[in-house]
T-cell receptor, first 113, second 115 residues
Framework: RKEVEQDPGPFNVPEGATVAFNCTYS??????FFWYRQDCRKEPKLLMS???SGNEDGRFTAQLNRASQYISLLIRDSKLSDSATYLC??????????????FGRGTSLIVHP | ETGVTQTPRHLVMGMTNKKSLKCEQH?????MYWYKQSAKKPLELMFV???????ENNSVPSRFSPECPNSSHLFLHLHTLQPEDSALYLC??????????????FGPGTRLTVL
C-alpha cells in the first residue's frame, strides 16, 4: 500500500458545485497533515493545515479521520479559479529525528462555466 | 526579495554537460529540500538538509550532487544526466525538519530538459 493515496481525477464540476476529495495514509503514527494547491506549471502552495478537530477557511473545509486514516477537503461554491491540482501531504512521524513530509500524487480539479 | 527563489527557471543541457541549480530562501528557515516532479507523477523527495547537514538522501543517482553551504542556500549539481532526468526540480524550505508541524514553502522550480 502506498504511503499516501489520492484519486488523481480529474474531477470535472460546474461553477457553484460542492466537491470533496479524500486522501488515505498508511502510517497510523502520522502526526500532521496538509492540503497544498498546485496550479499548472507552478509550484505547490499551502492551502491549509488539517487539524484533528477539523478546520474551515472560507469555502474550504478540511477534516481528519484518524480511525480510518484519511483526510478530506471539501470545496463549496466552486469557482473557476479553484481549478488546480490538490496535493495531500502527510508528516509520517520522526525518522532519525526528522519529519519528512510525504506527498500524494494529487487530485486534479477542473471547474467549468 | 521574498520567499524561496530558484535559478535558472529553465535549463536545457546535453548529457555531457555539467550545470548547477541554485536555491535561496529568505525566510530564516533551517531545513531545505530538493524535489523532482515529472509529468503525471507525484513529487519525489531527493534530498533534505537540516542546519546544513544532509538528513535524507532518497536513493538518488550520483549524477545529482547536492550542496548546502549555509542555511539560506542550496545547490544541486548536475553531470552526465539522462533524458529521463528531464523534469521540474523544486526547492523548498521549512522552519526545521525536527517538528511535526512542518509547513513547506516552495520555490518556482527549474524546468530542466536533457537532450
Amino acid at each position: 500500500r502506498k504511503e499516501v493515496e489520492q484519486d488523481p481525477g480529474p474531477f470535472n464540476v460546474p461553477e457553484g458545485a460542492t466537491v470533496a476529495f479524500n486522501c488515505t495514509y498508511s502510517n497510523s503514527a502520522s502526526q500532521s497533515f496538509f492540503w497544498y494547491r498546485q496550479d499548472c506549471r507552478k509550484e505547490p502552495k499551502l492551502l491549509m493545515s488539517v487539524y484533528s478537530s477539523g478546520n474551515e477557511d472560507g469555502r474550504f473545509t478540511a477534516q481528519l479521520n484518524r480511525a480510518s486514516q484519511y483526510i478530506s477537503l471539501l470545496i463549496r461554491d466552486s469557482k473557476l479559479s479553484d481549478s488546480a491540482t490538490y496535493l495531500c501531504v502527510v508528516n509520517p512521524g520522526p525518522s532519525g529525528g526528522s519529519y519528512i513530509p510525504t506527498f500524494g500524487r494529487g487530485t486534479s480539479l477542473i471547474v467549468h462555466p | 526579495e521574498t520567499g524561496v527563489t530558484q535559478t535558472p527557471r529553465h535549463l536545457v543541457m546535453g548529457m555531457t554537460n555539467k550545470k548547477s541549480l541554485k536555491c535561496e530562501q529568505h525566510l530564516g528557515h533551517n531545513a531545505m529540500y530538493w524535489y523532482k516532479q515529472s509529468a503525471k507523477k507525484p513529487l519525489e523527495l531527493m534530498f533534505v538538509y537540516s542546519l546544513e547537514e544532509r538528513v535524507e538522501n532518497n536513493s538518488v543517482p550520483s549524477r545529482f550532487s547536492p550542496e548546502c553551504p549555509n542555511s539560506s542556500h542550496l545547490f544541486l549539481h548536475l553531470h552526465t544526466l539522462q533524458p529521463e532526468d528531464s523534469a521540474l526540480y523544486l526547492c523548498a524550505s521549512s522552519q526545521d525538519s525536527s517538528g511535526g508541524d512542518n509547513e513547506q514553502f516552495f520555490g518556482p522550480g527549474t524546468r530542466l530538459t536533457v537532450l
